[in-house]
């Protein structure tokens, strides 16, 4: 199920994933189904944080996308974030573990046509914690690609 905007604007296709990302070709494939399934004009949204994000918008760029970036600050909490939940960062300072998911959220709540997954490896969990159940929840569809890999500790 897939969260229509008002307009017609143009597809607006959400991707994240894990820093360890470094698959050009299942970027490729996923960004060609985009072009499959969904008439131009596409955007594609992302923090450019880094891996996953980074891989897509140069991808992106190479076919003729639009990418609109939404740069975030590590160090910010939201105003339900306990401090208590802080990490340290070596010589750059105390990180929000939460930043990163509150960003996503606030792209996906300005509109997606479909959200991108880029996973890499399995977790030793089983369980991945990269915001896609909260992007399902909030009916925007998510297409999940894993890269192989080993998971990472």
Same mark, same amino acid.
């Given at each position: 199920?897939?969260?229509?905007?008002?307009?017609?604007?143009? &597809?607006? !296709?959400?991707?994240?994933?894990?820093?360890?990302?470094?698959?050009? *070709?299942?970027?490729?494939?996923?960004?060609?189904?985009?072009?499959?399934? @969904?008439?131009?004009? @596409?955007?594609?949204? /992302?923090?450019?944080?880094? #891996?996953?994000?980074?891989?897509?918008?140069?991808?992106? &760029?190479?076919? #003729?996308?639009?990418? %609109?970036?939404h %740069?975030?600050?590590?160090? *910010? =909490? #939201?105003?339900? /974030?306990?401090?208590?939940?802080?990490? $340290?960062?070596?010589?750059?300072?105390?990180? =929000? +573990?939460?930043?990163?998911?509150?960003?996503?959220e606030?792209?996906?709540?300005? #509109?997606?046509?479909? /959200? !991108?997954a880029?996973?890499?490896?399995?977790? +030793?969990?089983g369980? $991945?914690?990269?915001?896609?159940? %909260? !992007?399902?929840? &909030?009916? !925007?569809?998510?297409? %999940? @690609?894993?890269? +192989?890999?080993?998971?990472?500790?």
């Open positions: 199920m897939t969260r229509r905007r008002k307009d017609d604007t143009g &597809r607006r !296709i959400l991707v994240f994933g894990s820093p360890y990302w470094s698959s050009r *070709k299942l970027t490729v494939d996923a960004l060609q189904r985009v072009m499959e399934v @969904y008439r131009p004009t @596409y955007t594609l949204v /992302c923090d450019m944080t880094d #891996g996953a994000a980074r891989y897509a918008a140069a991808v992106a &760029r190479e076919l #003729g996308w639009q990418v %609109e970036v %740069e975030f600050d590590v160090t *910010k =909490c #939201g105003p339900d /974030c306990p401090t208590r939940n802080h990490r $340290r960062k070596s010589q750059q300072g105390d990180w =929000c +573990p939460s930043a990163r998911l509150r960003n996503q606030a792209m996906a709540d300005l #509109g997606a046509d479909v /959200c !991108i880029l996973g890499y490896g399995v977790p +030793p969990s369980v $991945r914690r990269d915001g896609t159940k %909260e !992007i399902k929840a &909030r009916g !925007i569809g998510v297409w %999940e @690609y894993t890269q +192989p890999g080993a998971a990472r500790r």
